[in-house]
């Protein structure tokens, strides 16, 4: 579905804004853990940069850091992500295997959803990431995740069991860890989402 198509709707949609430069990765990781450049900085117990091999041929990214994450500085901790590093065992693979990020590195307050300014601010990091790790394929979890990496209004019932692309990558949508925690009965959608990384994965290595 178009970007014009979906504002003609009414429905606004966000691209991810290219970064100006490109930086070390170490130096990447400085330059995050100083940003001030949205209003989430004020709140913020510490950035969440991400976790794992920089060199991940899988790399997982999320929404944004809740409550565990801005207090440890790692993303996806806490039953949510007891969750996701058990869904990650189901097909073979684990935090030190791949790469986890979110789009956003600071936490928004109440957990609420990214603001649209917000998610400008921070975006560049996110590409960055992915263009030094070069993963095979990613997998966003979470709607908002889904939405942003493929500038599409679509649901989330509407975007998993697919395989779309970001740029040239291969991208599957699945649930969030949180989400399953409230709605367990999707937990076997889940998994067939799961499966189909499995395989797609595989199939490109």
Same mark, same amino acid.
């Given at each position: 579905?178009?970007?014009?198509?979906?504002?003609?709707? *009414?429905?606004?949609?966000?691209? $991810?804004?290219?970064?100006?430069? #490109?930086?070390?990765?170490? +130096?990447? !990781? =400085?330059?995050?853990?100083?940003?001030?450049?949205?209003?989430?900085?004020?709140?913020?117990?510490?950035?969440?940069?991400?976790? *794992?091999?920089?060199?991940?041929? $899988?790399?997982?990214?999320?929404? #944004?850091?809740?409550?565990? +994450?801005? !207090? =440890?500085?790692?993303?996806?901790?806490?039953?949510?992500?007891?969750?996701?590093?058990?869904?990650?065992?189901?097909?073979?693979?684990?935090?030190?295997?791949?790469?986890?990020?979110?789009?956003?590195?600071?936490?928004?307050?109440?957990?609420?959803?990214?603001?649209?300014?917000?998610?400008?601010?921070?975006?560049?990091?996110?590409?960055?990431?992915?263009?030094?790790?070069?993963?095979?394929?990613?997998?966003?979890?979470?709607?908002?995740?889904?939405?942003?990496?493929?500038?599409?209004?679509?649901?989330?019932?509407?975007?998993?069991?697919?395989?779309?692309?970001?740029?040239?990558?291969?991208?599957?949508?699945?649930?969030?860890?949180?989400?399953?925690?409230?709605?367990?009965?999707?937990?076997?959608?889940?998994?067939?989402?799961?499966?189909?990384?499995?395989?797609?994965?595989?199939?490109?290595?």
């Amino acid at each position: 579905m178009s970007t014009s198509f979906l504002n003609a709707m *009414g429905i606004q949609t966000w691209e $991810l804004r290219k970064p100006t430069c #490109a930086q070390p990765w170490e +130096e990447l !990781q =400085k330059t995050v853990s100083r940003c001030t450049a949205c209003s989430l900085h004020k709140t913020r117990t510490q950035t969440v940069f991400g976790v *794992g091999n920089p060199q991940a041929k $899988l790399m997982v990214i999320g929404e #944004a850091p809740g409550f565990y +994450e801005d !207090q =440890k500085g790692e993303p996806f901790v806490g039953r949510a992500g007891q969750l996701l590093d058990a869904m990650l065992a189901a097909i073979g693979l684990d935090r030190k295997t791949i790469y986890i990020a979110n789009i956003l590195k600071c936490r928004p307050p109440n957990n609420r959803d990214p603001l649209p300014e917000e998610v400008a601010q921070c975006t560049p990091f996110l590409i960055q990431q992915i263009s030094f790790i070069q993963p095979k394929l990613l997998l966003a979890v979470g709607r908002i995740a889904g939405q942003y990496l493929l500038g599409s209004a679509l649901s989330l019932g509407k975007m998993r069991n697919t395989i779309h692309h970001y740029e040239n990558t291969p991208l599957i949508v699945t649930y969030h860890p949180a989400y399953l925690l409230r709605n367990p009965r999707d937990k076997d959608k889940a998994f067939l989402d799961l499966q189909l990384a499995y395989r797609t994965l595989h199939s490109l290595l």
